[in-house]
RNA sequence: UUGUACUUGA
């Protein structure tokens, strides 16, 4: 029945993975063999919920009720390697599927180079890059915006800025998500004055910044204690309707302690507190 | 849009 791929899917996205797999007990009870996207809903929800393990036994299960793995079966198993070594496990991932006939697509790519992001492999994303245009696989924005991720991870705000460039190149346009990326690598260099200038083009070119595209300016400038910058964007944020989050706060509370700006630091705290967050 | 996948902040 569809419906209960609806709801599996409902479950990953909730994070209940012990419902998904409950679900899938219950097909069997009622007589029903899960399909393939009931399977690929339970594995999208071990992926959301961290479970490599159960993923595995899903993937060993399917032949039983004659399944055969997809694309979207490799991609959740691929995008479930989110612990810093899972670099390899991912990349025999990939030669499994390739193995099975299957051909990795413009999402898989992605997933890989999500994974390269986050195993600081960003030379290998880079790799990734290329090896999908030598298919034949168009990237995408979330292709370059991946990749900006694994060298903003790595500080290499130099070639975060090359592939906004590139991104322009392939007739794409770079969105929020491209430059806060760009933005977090001169955060991670401690470049402020390029983080801050690099938001002004955002706003230039058109695209509006968020809440992140603001904190991660935030971020940029606690390294150098510039604490009055970093309220200025708390109420510029302010100003443009946004509400600082969590992270916003945090950050500059600890600046403004740092600086012995107590009153400050009280009208921070006071907010936190009426927005139920958490003290830093 | 017709049950399933990928990208940004402490």
Partial sequence: HISY???ITACAYAGNLDTALQLLARMRAAGITPDLVCYN???????????????????KKMPEDNVEPDLYTYCSLIAACQ?????????????????LGLRPNEVIYNAMMDVCAKCGKADEARSYLSEMRADGVQPSLVTYNTCI????????SNTCMELLQEVR??????????????INAFGNTGNWPAALTLFRGMMTAGVEPDVI???SCICALEQSNEWQKALELLADMRARGLRPGEIALRVCTRMCAKNDKWMEV??????MDSEGFLPP
């Fill in 149 to 156: 991720s694994a060298f903003s991870r790595i500080g290499d």
């Fill in 5 to 7: 791929g609806a709801t």
């Fill in 83 to 99: 612990a810093p070594d899972d670099f390899d496990r991912a990349k025999q991932l990939m030669a499994d599927l390739k193995a």
């Fill in 41 to 59: 809903a339970c594995m999208l929800a071990c992926d959301k919920a961290g479970k490599m393990d159960t993923a595995y036994e899903l993937l």
């Fill in 169 to 182: 190149h392939d007739n794409l346009k770079p969105d929020k998500i491209s430059y806060n990326g760009c």
């Fill in 213 to 215: 595209s603001y904190t």
């Fill in 266 to 271: 009280q009208v921070i705290l006071n907010e």
